[in-house]
């Protein structure tokens, strides 16, 4: 069955200030979608509220994902539901290596799928977690640095990626995992997401920034514009947005 | 009311006659009665230590019930079979080449290996010392690294110490078992047990010492003890020290290690256990190319009070110490850590490094650290670090993102938070122990939770 992440008249505000003011998006496993947009336009905190970040208050509106509300789990039900977010600006966690990040993130869906379940066996994990990286061209000794600390900005990206990739989620976010890469970086880790992409993952790509979408090519497009999805299309909207920029949008949708 | 009056009310009431009956009863020569006794004067005549003085205005040992803590304790008739077996297996590696076990300040179990009988090695209670093996045992006992007249705690220490182990590791010779030595206690009352430790030049030794308590005791117990650590020019000791006391316990202790020449000395404190703690521990680096590590990890919860002072002095040029303590706090536990590394006007070149890093789980917890340098030498290089912390909402995010709950979440964060000080512990085992000490208290957290 293909699970669907649906987002209906979303409204999320931080501290009292409305953000979202109504989205509308729907993401199918297997479909790849970008959501562009300019600084500001509210997601990065689309990206949040979906994973129920406690500061994202949601005010209106409704998220189902695969028949279920999200808004009634918190962030790790939705991670075992099978929602992924690779973050903009990853967090360091001291003294906690990737490896074994990781293996805690496989045991906790375990655990879940079997309350009796005792863990991913240490060759098991090793195995798998060595495929992954192999296949996303990470160093092996990325698995025993300290999580995200003192990693590169493409090393972070990377970490995401490998994340995204051995936790097998339905559907994953990324938020703006373009940025702060140079070409080399980029193409690094856009060639990881592509090897992902097929009938098993949806991708909701955020960026502002069209160049990334060369190399994932996404089926859908959808601009956001204060707080709410005011264009969708096809990669002919992306490239539109390539040609002209953002003015045009904000000309149209201004409410002066 | 006056201090010194406040003073008189809170000291416990030690006689003379006290100390009289203890080295009967234990049989000792003349030596050491006299030199009970004259401890016993410098105790009777110290008042307790200042609440204004730096070493105590944060700690308030007012707390203590001396009129439950403060009598010896005497004809407990308790042997080894109540200490947990856990306690007396080997810690560090699958053998140990001796174990000596002390219940309610008695000794209960003695053992050492032929092959290191055979090499010369000491490893005896300190009754044995007194009578089989004196020359040494008097030559190191309380006049080298800690002394009587420290304050009214070392006094009271050596007027009246209950119990002790006596490790000699003589000239050159390698101890490939460690050493495995236990204080356990049953009652309330006051033990005052004593670790001495000799390696002698260009010998090497691993020596595990444990502190334990059973639970369920309502009255406080106390004890009041030394550690003292010689080491020899180019003599290598690795000491571990793990102190799991039950909740009516207040231990205050005066450890000191002396280093000689290029002599290396490892030396890791756990603290879980006790009501109330104050442990000076202090390493004087007293020849050139002296090193000294000190690893500390604590975990205090419910109401716990812990005082770690340490020190860190540089006597001599080329000299290097390491401090690392690593604590975590719950519920409305308090601790304190106060270091200070002294670098003599001499010791040029030396190397001297203290960190001290708290994890504060709890609003009404709340920890102390106060480094400190004071450096007289003008070519040497010292860093010093403190910070106290909490549990951040991003981190916790994150990992929730990943599909851990909250719970999980955490755990792996604290764990995270004691990796470094764990990387310093090269026993597999005692990282275990103390792993385990540490998601027992995080686990009680999450029942209240």
Redesign the interface.
């Not at chain 2, 951040?392 to 981190?395: A, G, I, S, T």
């Not at chain 2, 995010?397 to 909250?406: A, D, K, N, P």
């Not at chain 2, 764990?415 to 470094?420: H, Q, R, S």
């Given at each position: 069955m293909t699970a669907v992440l649906e987002i209906r008249n979303l409204h999320v505000s931080i501290d009292g200030k409305p953000i979202l003011k109504g989205v509308n998006l729907t993401v199918r496993q297997g479909e790849v979608h970008a959501l562009m947009g300019r600084n500001g336009s509210g997601k990065s905190t689309l990206a949040y509220a979906l994973m129920g970040h406690p500061a994202y208050t949601v005010d209106e509106g409704q998220i189902i994902f695969d028949g279920q509300d999200l808004l009634e789990m918190e962030a790790d039900a939705r991670s075992r539901a099978g929602l992924f977010l690779a973050f903009q600006y990853p967090v360091a966690v001291p003294g906690v290596t990737l490896a074994n990040f990781l293996r805690a993130s496989i045991n906790a869906r375990r655990k879940e799928a079997n309350p009796e379940d005792k863990g991913i066996s240490i060759q098991e994990f090793r195995r798998l977690l060595m495929g992954k990286m192999q296949s996303l061209k990470v160093d092996p000794s990325f698995a025993g640095r300290y999580l995200n600390e003192g990693f590169s900005g493409g090393e972070k990206k990377r970490a995401e990626i490998l994340q995204l990739a051995t936790l097998e989620p339905k559907i994953a976010v990324l938020d703006e995992t373009d940025s702060g890469l140079d070409i080399d970086a980029l193409r690094v880790v856009a060639d990881g997401i592509n090897n992902l992409i097929g009938p098993n993952l949806g991708v909701l790509v955020i960026t502002h920034y069209e160049q990334f979408l060369n190399y994932i090519k996404p089926q859908f497009v959808h601009v956001m514009y204060d707080g709410r999805v005011v264009e969708e299309g096809g990669f002919d909207l992306a490239e539109k947005i390539q040609a002209q920029g953002y003015d045009w949008v904000a000309e149209k949708y201004a409410t002066a | 009311m006056t201090l010194r009056t406040r003073n008189k009310l809170i000291a416990p009431t030690l006689t003379r006659e006290m100390v009289e009956q203890l080295s009967a009863s234990k049989n000792e020569p003349s030596w050491l009665l006299n030199a009970r006794l004259t401890a016993w004067e410098l105790y009777d005549t110290l008042n307790m230590p200042s609440m204004q003085a730096e070493a105590w205005r944060r700690t308030d040992y007012t707390t203590i019930r001396w009129e439950q803590a403060g009598s010896l304790v005497q004809g407990s008739s308790a042997g080894v079979e109540v200490i947990p077996a856990e306690n007396l297996a080997p810690l560090i590696g699958e053998a140990q080449g001796g174990l000596i076990a002390a219940v309610d300040g008695k000794i209960v179990h003695s053992e050492l290996s032929d092959a290191l009988k055979a090499q010369g090695i000491i490893f005896c209670d300190f009754e044995t010392a007194a009578r089989e093996h004196e020359a040494l045992f008097r030559t190191h006992l309380m006049t080298t690294a800690v002394h009587p007249n420290e304050d009214k705690f070392a006094a009271m220490h050596a007027a009246f110490w209950t119990h002790g182990v006596f490790l000699y590791v003589p000239r050159g010779k390698a101890v490939e078992l460690p050493l495995h030595s236990v204080f356990y206690n049953t009652t309330n009352g006051l033990t005052l047990g004593h670790v001495l430790v000799v390696v002698e030049e260009g010998a090497q030794v691993t020596y595990l010492h444990e502190y334990r308590s059973a639970s369920g005791v309502e009255q406080h117990m106390a004890y009041v003890g030394m550690t003292e650590l010689l080491i020899g020019e180019r003599a290598n000791l690795r000491y571990v020290a793990l102190q799991d006391w039950a909740a009516n316990a207040n231990d205050i202790r005066h450890e000191r290690a002396r280093v000689a020449a290029n002599g290396q000395l490892d030396w890791i404190i756990g603290t879980m256990g006790g009501r109330f703690v104050k442990q000076f521990a202090e390493i004087e680096l007293d020849g050139e190319g002296a090193f000294g590590r000190m690893s500390g990890l604590f975990f205090a919860d419910t109401n716990q009070f812990f005082d770690h002072d340490t020190q860190q002095n540089h006597n001599a040029p080329h000299t290097t110490s390491d401090l690392l303590f690593k604590g975590a706090l719950k519920d409305e536990a308090r601790t304190v850590w106060q270091g200070m590394i002294k670098v003599l006007p001499n010791a040029q070149k030396t190397d001297g490094f203290q960190a001290n890093r708290n994890l504060v789980l709890s609003k009404a917890a709340r920890a102390d650290s106060i480094p400190g340098l004071e450096i007289e030498a003008n070519d040497v290089r010292c860093t010093h670090a403190a910070t106290i912390g909490k549990l951040?909402?991003?981190?916790i995010?994150?990992?929730?993102?990943?599909?851990?709950?909250?719970q999980?979440?955490e755990r792996?964060?604290v764990?995270?938070?004691?990796?470094?000080i764990m990387q310093r512990i090269p026993f597999e085992e005692v990282r275990a122990r103390l792993t385990a000490h540490i998601e027992e208290k995080l686990e009680r957290m999450a029942q209240l939770a």
């Open positions: - | 951040e909402d991003e981190p995010f994150y990992l929730m993102s990943r599909g851990m709950t909250r999980d979440a792996l964060i764990a995270g938070f004691f990796d470094p």
